[in-house]
């Protein structure tokens, strides 16, 4: 039985206000940082359904340093968000605090965050991402050098379970996270190994709330719904919620989340008719025009869009198709004018999961880097090949 399935909760009063160091959020709710998703032009979408942190898509700190050109378009935030967000994933201590120096000293960022939680076979297979916490002292030095080089600006940490059920890190990296000073600690309730399959394992959100004592702790995995998040919060007693894939083709969901948390569960639950879903999809790839500067480039993105805005409404394989290959705006709104635009939200076919959820595997990992939590001589000296020039994850 999935989160979704369960009893809905009575809806709070009105949820307490989050607060991540000096940063205040009315609705405790966070987007997940998601490559290749979360760019300027998602997040201003979601803003304007709702209210939260809107974290950008994961960025490699060496191509920051060296400020690379897609690393530069990535940090580049619209005059429109009040409180722009970085994450930032990294293997080596002096790298990383030199991004953040960066980020600081340029007036770059208001919250910056790590990533600790990527399972990507190409972040991983070099010690990043989930992989990283399983070296604790590494994981410390990086975080403590973070939050010195942050200052003021309030640095904040996402992270899994751990590697897999034999290799569980999350508890100790919390401690270690919240010793170094950090504003928020997040935890994806899955290991890298189980991907994003199964089912998140809340308890553990749980197990990590109880045992951090200082900074909030915000809880990830499985939230389809407003009901999901109200559900999570009250099971488990974390501060707030990090949504990713549910949000997928649904930016909406961002109001229903607001709704909720302020206590009003009978406006939590938007449901777009056919019409309005291929407005918001339109606005959406106006938004990337305008991000890539580039009308083509805007419309090559947005075809992956097309199956997770469309999840269970009447639109026929041909013009999914079409849909999927659209090379202009103009085309774009030819096609959608071809939508029957009065047809009803289609209830539990257009709800539940989204988004690729793989199946369980074995992590790539650095060759022998399970033998030992600390740093061997010979993989210190490899830290820097493990930032490669590349942005995402």
């Not at 995995?221 to 501060?239: H, K, N």
């Not at 109001?255 to 449901?271: K, Y």
């Amino acid at each position: 039985m999935t989160p979704s399935a369960l009893t809905t909760p009575t809806a709070p009063a009105a949820a307490p206000a989050l607060s991540i160091g000096p940063l205040t959020l009315d609705v405790p709710v966070v987007l997940a940082p998601m490559a290749g998703i979360t760019n300027t032009a998602f997040r201003r979408l979601c803003r304007e359904f709702g209210a939260g942190l809107y974290v950008s898509e994961m960025i490699t700190s060496r191509a920051l340093v060296e400020r690379t050109p897609g690393s530069i378009r990535l940090i580049n935030h619209h005059e429109s968000e009040s409180t722009r967000s970085i994450q930032l994933y990294g293997v080596d201590p002096k790298t990383v605090a030199e991004a953040v120096t960066m980020l600081v000293a340029e007036d770059r960022a208001d919250h910056i965050d790590l990533n600790f939680g990527c399972p990507v076979p190409k972040v991983t297979r070099k010690g990043g991402g989930a992989a990283l916490p399983w070296k604790l002292g590494l994981f410390r030095q990086i975080v403590e050098a973070a939050v010195k080089a942050a200052g003021p600006i309030p640095l904040t940490i996402k992270m899994r379970k751990g590697i897999d059920s034999d290799h569980l890190t999350y508890l100790e990296a919390g401690k270690a996270a919240e010793g170094a000073g950090v504003a928020a600690i997040a935890l994806h309730a899955r290991t890298a190994a189980e991907f994003y399959s199964g089912q998140a394992d809340w308890p553990a959100i749980e197990k990590l709330k109880n045992a951090i004592t200082g900074p909030p702790v915000l809880g990830n995995g499985d939230i389809w719904s407003a009901e999901d998040a109200l559900r999570m919060v009250a099971e488990t007693g974390c501060d707030g919620v990090v949504v990713g894939r549910g949000c997928l083709g649904r930016p909406w969901l961002f109001g229903d989340l607001a709704a909720a948390f302020r206590g009003d569960l009978s406006t939590a639950n938007i449901q777009p008719d056919l019409g309005r879903v291929a407005a918001t999809f339109y606005r959406h790839a106006e938004l990337l025009t305008e991000f890539f500067d580039s009308e083509e480039r805007a419309c090559r993105d947005v075809r992956k869009h097309v199956a997770w805005y469309f999840k269970g409404y009447p639109v026929g394989g041909d013009l999914r198709a079409s849909l999927a290959t659209v090379g202009s705006l103009a085309q774009l709104e030819e096609l959608l004018g071809t939508l029957d635009g009065t047809q009803p939200y289609p209830g539990e076919g257009a709800e539940g999961p989204r988004g690729r959820a793989g199946t369980p595997k074995r992590t790539a990992l650095p060759e022998h880097w399970l033998d030992s939590q600390e740093l061997a001589g010979a993989e210190r000296a490899n830290l820097t090949e493990g930032e490669g020039d590349t942005s995402g994850g």
